[in-house]
């Protein structure tokens, strides 16, 4: 027998990586990855998934990874097969998603002479990457290298700022394994330290000062995708504290807890006269910058002090209000929760919020419940119905602001989930259904647009044992454009044509064309139905008037408004 150092290389990387607790790897098959594609192919300990379209494989492998915590290891050929993986990549550097990409190459001879299947890989993810490496050609190699740089790779992906690794794998054919290869003998496993920010004595002991000579405050949560590892310690920091909780469900924190005031509607609530009466005297803000746009323009306005816990050191704070940065995780905010002494105001702080949030609920069941079903409805409705342990992806446009506005605590755990990192509507089919191939429940909550950018992904999955409900909402094109400015001042044809772009997508043709079973939903009962028992993949559509809707949503802030314009 023979050694062969390629594969060889190829297999002690990879088996470094499942060392380290990789379990998944997405592959887009092609030529010049043979040798990774087959040693990823037959490592024990990889469970390998084959999707042909490199964009939908990328956002698969960022759902997947988003799901188990875990980095997922893409593989493509070389050219713009590597290109395809950029979108994904973008969504996964800012929403701070693990992944390890591994992209082949063509030699480095024969780079820049016209070879086929030829770009310039060096790099071309940029600073959308935590790390960077061209991997040497592989001849006589030095194994323990491609160990180190396995588990580097690892770390790199896993540390503080979590996020993805790009390593470009030149290979010289023969690209195919020599028949009498010797067997190969995996190397025992590296240790590695996980990075924990811990926070000292003196920064504990001044923040809780802090925090005692402001009994008003609040705590604001954002998309956070490790979520539920701050649930103990938000709660906890808010009983001490009596601080009211303005969670999104994307933060996986907006969830009912005793002696927390869990604030649902602050969407609503601050968009009318009764915010100014509630400024408050700090903001405590852990996970991404909100969603809720009101949210943001009234924390502009005002000014508060706002501390912001980063334990990545993202910097994530687009409104530039931030005075204070904490770089701690979880456990460092419990460890000021610990030194605090309960300190809730006696003015009927965190009652006062309650007490709007309770009349909000009230002023918008008023108006769902004698309607038709529109976008509103299904928002609060998956939160009502969808079982326990189950995942809601929530696609970007109009669903994830539906979403925050309008579904309600609970008791149960549900998590919710999002690419908020980019914030973009491709892709979105592939996420969710990685999601669902860690073996969760999955409801994707999608318009007809972010359907249509994502077909690919669907027939990607035909093959695969998933629970993944997908509903659409179809308000015949981009509905969100209506809610903006620009709806006011263009003209009809052109915004028609530019914005809302309308179109006439036969969502139950595509789905009947590939066997996907499909439902029309036309009212609050048969959703509810649907959702109360998942099922293998199937395809909801919601047909929604977008001029109706529009209305509601108008009507919908006004009762608010109204509402609590009084308290």
């Known amino acids: 027998m023979t050694s062969d150092p390629v594969y060889d290389a190829c297999a002690t990387f990879a088996n470094e990586l499942v060392s380290q607790g990789i379990c998944h790897a997405v592959i887009s098959p092609g030529s010049r990855s043979t040798p990774l594609t087959l040693t990823f192919a037959e490592t024990a300990g990889i469970k390998t998934w084959v999707r042909l379209d490199e964009r939908s494989a990328a956002f698969f492998a960022l759902g997947l990874a988003k799901s188990s915590g875990n980095p997922v290891v893409l593989i493509c050929t070389s050219g713009t097969a590597a290109a395809n993986y950029l979108p994904a990549i973008c969504e996964a550097n800012w929403s701070e998603t693990p992944l390890i990409i591994l992209t082949a190459n063509r030699p480095p001879e024969l780079r820049g002479w016209g070879a086929g299947q030829t770009i310039d890989q060096t790099n071309i ?13 592989v001849s006589d190699p030095n194994l323990g290298w491609f160990q180190r740089t396995a588990a580097r790779a690892v770390q790199s992906s896993t540390g503080t700022k979590p996020g993805p690794v790009h390593l470009d794998w030149p290979f010289r054919e023969p690209l195919e394994p020599q028949p009498d290869r010797q067997p190969f003998q995996p190397a025992p496993a590296i240790q590695l330290s996980r990075p924990i ?27 956070m995708a490790d979520g539920a590892s701050w649930h103990e310690a938000v709660h906890s920091f808010c009983r001490q504290t009596g601080y009211p909780l303005l969670a999104e469900p994307l933060s996986q924190l907006r969830s009912n807890a005793d002696e927390v005031a869990v604030i649902n509607h602050h969407d609503h609530l601050l968009r009318g006269s009764w915010a100014d009466t509630v400024v408050p005297d700090v903001v405590v803000r852990i996970g991404g910058p909100p969603t809720c746009k009101p949210l943001r323009i009234w924390l502009e306005k005002h000014k508060p002090p706002l501390i912001m816990f980063d334990p990545s050191g993202s910097w994530a704070e687009p409104s530039f209000t931030v005075s204070e940065i904490v770089t701690v995780n979880h456990q460092g905010l419990m460890q000021i929760a610990e030194a605090l002494e309960f300190n809730a105001p006696g003015d009927g702080w965190a009652k006062s919020w309650e007490a709007a949030d309770q009349q909000a609920t009230t002023a918008i069941d008023n108006v769902i419940d004698s309607e038709p079903l529109l976008q509103p409805a299904v928002a609060r409705e998956l939160g009502r119905r969808l079982p326990r342990e189950h995942v809601l992806y929530v696609s970007n446009s109009m669903p994830v602001r539906d979403i925050d506005s309008f579904l309600e605590a609970r008791s149960e755990p549900l998590s919710v989930m ?33 359907f249509q950018h994502d077909i690919g992904g669907l027939l990607a999955v035909l093959e695969d044992e998933l629970s993944l409900t997908i509903i659409v909402v179809d308000d015949g094109g981009g509905g969100i454009f209506s809610y903006l400015p620009i709806s006011e001042v263009a003209d009809s044809p052109l915004f028609n044509k530019f914005f809302t772009t309308p179109q006439r997508l036969p969502i139950r043709k595509v789905a009947e064309a590939i066997d996907i079973s ?50």
């Open 197 to 223: 920010a811990t926070i000292d004595p003196e920064s504990i002991k001044a923040l809780t000062e802090t925090f005692k000579q402001r009994p008003r405050g609040i705590v604001v949560a954002g998309p």
């Open 125 to 137: 993810y940029g600073s959308n990457v935590r790390w960077f490496a061209e991997l040497p050609i």
């Open 518 to 567: 499909y439902f029309e939903v036309t009212e609050i009962g048969q959703l509810a139905d649907l959702l109360e028992n998942p099922a293998s993949l199937r395809v909801i559509r919601i047909a929604v008037d977008r001029d109706l809707d529009v209305d509601q949503h108008r009507r919908l802030a006004q009762a608010v408004i109204a509402s609590v314009s009084e308290l």
């Open 418 to 450: 999002g690419n908020r990192g980019a914030s973009g509507i491709d892709g979105v089919i592939s996420s969710a259904a990685g999601v669902a191939a860690s073996g969760y429940d999955t409801t994707l909550l999608i318009g007809d647009l972010a």
